[in-house]
Nanobody, 122 residues
């Protein structure tokens, strides 16, 4: 079991940047692959990216890979989503999630945070 809490969301102008954080509880953070997902009203939850257990590799979906970066600091039990060049279509609630092996589908992740809202204005 791990508890996840996202923070760092807010209102930002198009073209701006934002860093989201996901803080995890427990002593086993480094045993989890961490994922980021987002969901806009009326749309399915969308995969954003993942980062491996010790941060040596990461994967981002094509729509964001040139603008977003995932990192983690296991000493702080925290994973980050660095976002630059934000677009209005990036507006969504952003969620972090954890499992033992990664994946791109929400159903593969048993542990979720409550989400943090990102709104990009034009």
């Amino acid at each position: 079991q791990v508890q996840l809490v996202e923070s760092g969301g807010g209102l930002v102008q198009a073209g701006g940047s934002l860093r989201l954080s996901c803080a995890a509880s427990g002593r086993t953070f480094s045993t989890y692959v961490m994922g980021w997902f987002r969901q806009a009203p009326g749309k399915e939850r969308e995969f954003v990216g993942t980062i491996s257990k010790v941060g040596e590799s990461s994967y981002l979906t094509d729509s964001v890979k040139d603008r977003f970066t995932i990192s983690r600091d296991n000493a702080k039990n925290t994973v980050y989503l660095h976002m630059i060049g934000l677009k209005t279509e990036d507006s969504a609630t952003y969620y972090c999630a954890a499992n033992g092996r990664g994946g791109s589908r929400p159903s593969e992740y048993p542990y979720w945070g409550q989400g943090t809202q990102v709104t990009v204005s034009s």
